[in-house]
């Protein structure tokens, strides 16, 4: 079982990024995907959450309105496509998947809520 993230860079303030996670070893399908990320000296910060059995979505008030997250089932993807990026948005980003086969009572926002973690990917937003 395994997460990798993908598509960081070096980026001007904003421009925009859409990053990849795939999933290995398991289906994607059944999992609630969500988004992290920890800048330097920073504690781990949710981001977003997408569910597996409605697609509904969820956002920290921070990424709210520029940041989009989606679901590709048949590539066993998740996307975010991140918009109007600022220096502010520099970290290492990276997805985790818990298992969702019954509806959740809202968004899953606690690392300790998922079950699997990905390898991060760089972002870096130059002003």
């Excluded at 994607?28 to 800048?39: C, E, N, P, Q």
């Excluded at 975010?80 to 899953?108: F, K």
């Amino acid at each position: 079982v395994q997460l990798q993230a993908s598509g960081g860079g070096l980026v001007q303030a904003g421009g925009s990024l859409r990053l990849s996670c795939a999933a290995s070893g398991f289906t994607l399908r059944y999992h609630a995907i969500g988004w992290f990320r920890r800048a330097p000296g920073e504690e781990r910060e949710w981001l977003s959450c997408i569910t597996s059995l409605d697609g509904i979505t969820y956002y920290a008030d921070s990424v709210k309105g520029r940041f989009a997250i989606s679901r590709d089932n048949a590539g066993n993807l998740v996307y975010l496509q991140m918009n109007s990026l600022e220096p502010g948005d520099t970290a290492v980003y990276c997805c985790a998947a818990v298992e969702n086969v019954v509806p959740l009572a809202g968004a899953p926002t606690k690392t300790y809520e998922y079950d699997y973690w990905g390898r991060g990917t760089l972002v870096t937003v130059s002003s």
